[in-house]
């Protein structure tokens, strides 16, 4: 049983390999790049932000420049900056996404048990001077 040395690679074949797993690379990382930078630009406003969160909570933030939304379950954070900045005119400094998980709630009417649903929030976050105006 020879398992060492019975298969001897020439310099030709690994130049071959390396060329086109090099080229396979490049594509994928060119591709890549492309779909990321241009997703979040892409989405609109109505597929990102489904409305402001309007809370006791949300509403003692807001004296602190924190701003909270609703939000689609897809949405990442690059897509509710551009999303904010695109409607409201004002540049985020810092974004914090927060999924709610749905829970088990008593029915008061019928017997048995029910579900709300799971959501998502995003807090963001303003400069000092930056207002979000809700009308």
Same mark, same amino acid.
């Given at each position: 049983?020879?398992?060492?040395?019975?298969?001897?690679?020439?310099?030709?074949? @690994?130049?071959?390999?390396?060329?086109?797993?090099?080229?396979?690379?490049?594509?994928?990382?060119?591709?890549?790049?492309?779909?990321?930078?241009?997703?979040?630009?892409? +989405?609109?406003?109505?597929? /990102?932000?489904?409305?402001? +969160?309007?809370?006791?909570?949300?509403?003692?933030?807001?004296? @602190?420049?924190? %701003?909270?939304?609703?939000? #689609? @379950?897809?949405?990442?954070? !690059?897509? /509710?900056?551009?999303?904010? !900045?695109?409607? %409201?005119?004002?540049?985020?400094?810092?974004?914090?996404?927060?999924?709610?998980?749905? !829970? #088990? /709630?008593?029915?008061?009417?019928? +017997?048995?048990?029910?579900?709300?649903?799971?959501?998502?929030?995003?807090?963001?976050?303003? !400069?000092?001077?930056?207002?979000?105006?809700?009308?």
């Amino acid at each position: 049983m020879a398992l060492f040395g019975s298969k001897k690679n020439t310099g030709k074949t @690994q130049n071959a390999k390396r060329k086109t797993q090099n080229a396979v690379q490049e594509k994928k990382t060119a591709s890549s790049e492309v779909s990321r930078s241009t997703l979040h630009d892409t +989405r609109s406003t109505s597929d /990102v932000l489904i409305r402001p +969160r309007i809370t006791e909570k949300a509403a003692n933030m807001t004296a @602190q420049g924190i %701003y909270t939304f609703d939000v #689609r @379950q897809s949405a990442t954070k !690059k897509d /509710v900056a551009a999303a904010v !900045k695109r409607l %409201y005119k004002v540049t985020p400094v810092k974004i914090t996404v927060v999924n709610t998980p749905a !829970k #088990r /709630v008593k029915m008061k009417i019928r +017997r048995g048990f029910g579900k709300t649903t799971a959501s998502r929030k995003a807090l963001v976050f303003l !400069k000092k001077g930056e207002q979000i105006q809700f009308s």
